[in-house]
């Protein structure tokens, strides 16, 4: 039989304290964990335009452990009921923290309040949206995908709740019209779980250490090996610890350069090129260059030289010489900087025993070598 409406508008109201194994200090860096609410809404549809909000789910943070409230439409009638219960309870939120939020939550939630003529979520209310933090290292973390049930089972948050979003309206409408209330119940579970999962992958928020990353060397380590083709080769391990743990390992390469960080422990692989190289004067006019020498002279000292012996420089054969240990730089870390030839793009600066000693420069050096795999 269906369910009869009454006329009396019925929302339902949930609540109760969670208690989760997790840590907020990673929001607490940003602004009081107290302050902040964690948002999820469950819909009939995707589009804000043709379907409507039937649950909207918050936690907040309260005396080591969590609050869940929710706000479900028990008669398909109640959307402006519960839009308003929402916003009462959200007006003194410093920020809203959601999984994707900034383009559906969030988004879903400002067209339907204006539907109604609501007001809409304070411009001074900040949104953080995990998924968001998170992009920018999709590439390095290597899963399938990046839906928040796949990072979920990666982060190990014993999720136990398997409902895809897309079976929600399916449930609701069996609520509805055939008044299934164990329908109601399982878009209530899984909104819960869907909060509950949030608050499990705050420490995405960490992920903010590599946006510019300051690295401490802990260790250095030079290893030979020997390539493919017989050539023996040089590289430098470079240990370093981030100031907090990253929720998920992340790895990548660029230009002969990779790196690995699992926990709050990582590590760099450069290679060290030994061989000779070449440094370019730019004021390639004041400079002779010598062929029989391979290598360019200022014409105030060339002018001992014999005509015989000297040529007009070019940009090309402006340079001098080099033979070191040398690692690569992409935007002048380190000058001067050296080249195999002049129509290179590859540059690279001297391995001086001096930087070899020196902890402060190693750590520069890693926080610019990370930087660069992570934009590359």
Excluded at 178 to 194: K, M, P, T, V, Y
Excluded at 295 to 302: C, E, G, Q, S, V
Excluded at 333 to 355: L, N, S, V
């Amino acid at each position: 039989m269906g369910k009869k409406s009454t006329g009396a508008l019925i929302m339902r109201i949930c609540s109760k304290q969670i208690v989760l194994q997790t840590e907020d200090a990673a929001l607490s860096e940003v602004l009081p964990a107290e302050r902040a609410l964690i948002l999820n809404i469950e819909t009939t549809g995707i589009s804000a335009e043709r379907s409507r909000v039937v649950l909207i789910g918050c936690m907040r943070r309260s005396a080591g452990a969590w609050d869940l409230i929710q706000w479900f439409d028990d008669t398909g009638e109640e959307e402006r009921l519960i839009l308003s219960s929402f916003l009462l309870y959200a007006s003194e939120a410093d920020a809203l923290v959601t999984y994707g939020g900034d383009r559906f939550d969030l988004s879903f939630l400002r067209k339907r309040l204006a539907e109604h003529d609501l007001g809409t979520i304070p411009e001074d209310c900040l949104s953080l949206d995990l998924y968001k933090e998170l992009r920018p290292y999709k590439k390095f973390a290597g899963l399938p995908d990046y839906k928040q049930m796949t990072v979920e089972a990666y982060v190990g948050t014993d999720r136990e709740d398997t409902l895809e979003g897309a079976e929600i309206a399916k449930l609701y409408n069996r609520f509805l019209h055939f008044g299934a209330r164990e329908a109601a119940e399982q878009i209530l579970s899984h909104n819960e779980a869907d909060l509950c999962g949030i608050a499990q992958l705050l420490p995405l928020l960490h992920l903010r250490q590599l946006a510019e990353p300051s690295l401490t060397v802990r260790k250095a380590q030079a290893n030979y090996y020997t390539d493919h083709e017989g050539v023996r080769r040089e590289e430098m391990f470079l240990f370093f610890r981030l100031p907090a743990p990253l929720p998920l390992s992340v790895g990548g390469m660029a230009d002969h350069c990779l790196f690995r960080i699992d926990d709050a422990e990582g590590v760099l692989k450069i290679p060290i090129y030994t061989e000779t190289m070449r440094y370019f004067y730019a004021n390639y006019k004041d400079y002779y260059f010598l062929p029989e020498e391979d290598m360019a002279i200022h014409k105030y000292i060339a002018s001992y030289v014999d005509k015989s012996h000297r040529l007009q420089a070019r940009p090309e054969t402006c340079y001098t010489k080099k033979t070191a240990s040398f690692l690569p730089e992409w935007d002048l870390f380190r000058t001067p900087f050296f080249k195999r030839a002049y129509t290179d793009d590859e540059i690279f600066f001297e391995f001086g025993t001096d930087m070899k000693k020196d902890r402060e420069t190693l750590s520069a050096y890693a926080s610019y070598v990370l930087a660069h795999i992570l934009r590359s």
